[in-house]
């Protein structure tokens, strides 16, 4: 299982980034995928999550109406859509999948929002 995220940078607040990950190693239709962030000295937060098959969203509380998780499972890809981008948003974004009971991660990608 491999997972590789792109995407991050620096933006205004206001701004848009959108975020990729590209999976391998597995059959990514068939699963739930999942982006986390992690700010400096807090806790990893769960953001979003998609689902295998009917492909059900799911979203954070202080991300809700503002981001939108997606999925092409052609490309075998999961995408995070951030609009609206605050400071708080700022975190080392990493997907995620939980694949035969082991959680695997990527490198994860740096998200910064500032003036």
């Known amino acids: 299982v491999r997972l590789v995220e792109s995407g991050g940078g620096l933006v205004q607040p206001g701004g848009t980034l959108r975020l990729s990950c590209a999976a391998s190693?597995?059959?990514?239709?068939?699963?739930?995928m999942r982006w986390f962030r992690r700010a400096p000295g807090k806790e990893r937060e769960l953001v979003a999550t998609?689902?295998?098959?009917?492909?059900?969203?799911n979203y954070a509380d202080s991300v809700k109406g503002r981001f939108t998780i997606s999925r092409d499972n052609a490309k075998a890809t999961v995408y995070l859509q951030m609009n609206s981008l605050k400071p708080d948003d700022t975190a080392v974004y990493s997907c995620?999948?939980?694949?035969?009971?082991?959680?695997?991660w990527g490198q994860g990608t740096q998200v910064a929002v500032s003036s």
């Open positions: 995620n999948v939980v694949h035969w009971g082991i959680n695997y």
């Open positions: 190693g597995f059959t990514f239709s068939s699963y739930t």
């Open positions: 998609i689902t295998g098959g009917d492909g059900s969203t």
